[in-house]
């Protein structure tokens, strides 16, 4: 039990930090774009992660070289440079949901998750790397199993808490203030985001 409730406080530090990929999906709670879908997808992908940092974290170590990182981070910046400007694009536009029963397909809703998810190096320094490191230091398969299950439960909470907590305070940020304010923090924080990639990541 103490490796469980370990791996449980541990990746939920990790997970507090309010990165793109939360930002994303606390949008997708409050435009009603396949929530469940998007918040599983995300806590699943965090538990693949953590069990592959668990079990494979000295073999994948020798592939992850200084260029294998190099194309991690370029193809985030050209990610997160587009959807910037998108953004930026439609700033002053009104914030519109999609009422009708037409929903916004889901492909596309999947494709835009994963990206944020492992186009996302910090999400590997996380949960292969950091988690994948804490987690050596048990000797027996059920402590790894339990520390594991633990900082995967954390993401898995957080996930559908920040996605349904969009859509539940959602008429709140379905005034047109509210939702500019917060487009301004995200654009503000995905520019940081970009310019701390290519100037500590690159250089």
């Not at 930002?23 to 995300?42: A, D, Y």
């Not at 996380?126 to 398969?141: A, E, H, P, Q, R």
């Amino acid at each position: 039990m103490s490796e469980f409730l370990f791996g449980f406080a541990t990746g939920l530090s990790f997970i507090l930090a309010i990165g793109a990929q939360n930002l994303f999906v606390l949008e997708q709670g409050i435009k009603k774009n396949h929530i469940f879908l998007v918040t599983t997808l995300c806590a699943f992908s965090d538990f693949l992660l953590i069990f592959l940092g668990i079990f494979v974290f000295y073999s994948i170590q020798s592939l992850m070289t200084a260029n294998v990182i190099l194309l991690f981070n370029l193809a985030l910046i050209a990610f997160l440079i587009y959807f910037i400007w998108g953004k930026i694009k439609n700033f002053d536009k009104p914030f519109e949901v999609n009422f009708s029963k037409k929903a916004i397909p889901k492909s596309i809703i999947i494709s835009q998750t994963l990206a944020f998810t492992f186009l996302n190096p910090h999400v590997y320094s996380d949960t292969v790397f950091i988690l994948g490191n804490l987690s050596k230091s048990y000797d027996l398969l059920s402590q790894k199993i339990s520390f594991g299950l633990g900082a995967s439960l954390a993401s898995f909470l957080f996930f559908y808490f920040i996605g349904y907590l969009g859509f539940f305070l959602r008429s709140y940020f379905l005034n047109k203030k509210i939702w500019n304010f917060l487009n301004a923090i995200i654009i503000s924080y995905l520019i940081g985001l970009v310019c701390f990639l290519i100037f500590y990541e690159l250089f």
